[in-house]
T-cell receptor, first 115, second 113 residues
Framework: QQQVKQSPQSLIVQKGGIPIINCAYE??????FPWYQQFPGKGPALLIA?????SEKKEGRFTISFNKSAKQFSLHIMDSQPGDSATYFC??????????????FGKGTKLSVKP | NAGVTQTPKFRVLKTGQSMTLLCAQD?????MYWYRQDPGMGLRLIHY???????AKGEVPDGYNVSRLKKQNFLLGLESAAPSQTSVYFC????????????FGDGTRLSIL
């Protein structure tokens, strides 16, 4: 059972474009939604995260938009650069302890930013 | 400042062989995790630990065992490797189990022939 659905699987944009990656979740117990960025040959690294009490969060060129009623959240990359080419994972975490409190990852989006 | 270090980086095994993957973190984190990453599947949690001497099953624990004898180390073992265990394995750690970022190593690429 896939609890976090991520789309698209891959995305190609021109430099300066605004790629948008979408995620949807089903479990209403999720209360923390991070995005991880992974470059080839490296481990994922936390990029930005949001909690459901806000609808938007910006950090530099990266913005998360959150729609609690629709159970959807998305990552926008403003003025994208070739150096942003990477695989992006959305994730969600419940407020419970134990195994229900573990991060659940989407399947990833491979972004390519062309010069 | 090493962060999370995984050894080895690459390994090729034959079906039925055993091996241990080592993860070490120097951030004094309480929580540690083992994930596997397969094409188109994202990251799936194998086992995790909430502190020294503790371990717990994640989403895909079958065929793997773990141990956390020291706070800084988390070992992942394959007792009898199978081709289905061909994957990239990532170790991560976090300060606590709350809304703390997980810090990942650079992975171990494992092929089972």
């Amino acid at each position: 059972q896939q609890q976090v659905k991520q789309s698209p699987q891959s995305l190609i944009v021109q430099k300066g474009g605004i790629p948008i990656i979408n995620c949807a979740y089903e479990n209403t117990a999720f209360d923390y939604f991070p995005w991880y960025q992974q470059f080839p040959g490296k481990g994922p690294a936390l990029l930005i995260a949001i909690r459901p009490d806000v609808s938007e969060k910006k950090e530099g060129r990266f913005t998360i938009s959150f729609n609690k009623s629709a159970k959807q959240f998305s990552l926008h990359i403003m003025d994208s650069q070739p150096g942003d080419s990477a695989t992006y994972f959305c994730a969600a975490k419940a407020r419970y302890g134990g195994s229900q409190g573990n991060l659940i990852f989407g399947k990833g989006t491979k972004l390519s930013v062309k010069p | 400042n090493a962060g999370v270090t995984q050894t080895p980086k690459f390994r090729v095994l034959k079906t039925g062989q055993s091996m241990t993957l080592l993860c070490a973190q120097d951030m004094n984190h309480e929580y540690m995790y083992w994930y596997r990453q397969d094409p188109g599947m994202g990251l799936r949690l194998i086992h995790y630990s909430v502190g020294e001497g503790t371990t717990a099953k994640g989403e895909v624990p079958d065929g793997y065992n773990v141990s956390r004898l020291k706070k800084q180390n988390f070992l992942l073992g394959l007792e009898s490797a199978a081709p289905s265990q061909t994957s990239v394995y990532f170790c991560a750690s976090s300060r606590t189990g709350g809304h703390q970022p997980q810090h990942f190593g650079d992975g171990t690429r494992l092929s089972i022939l």
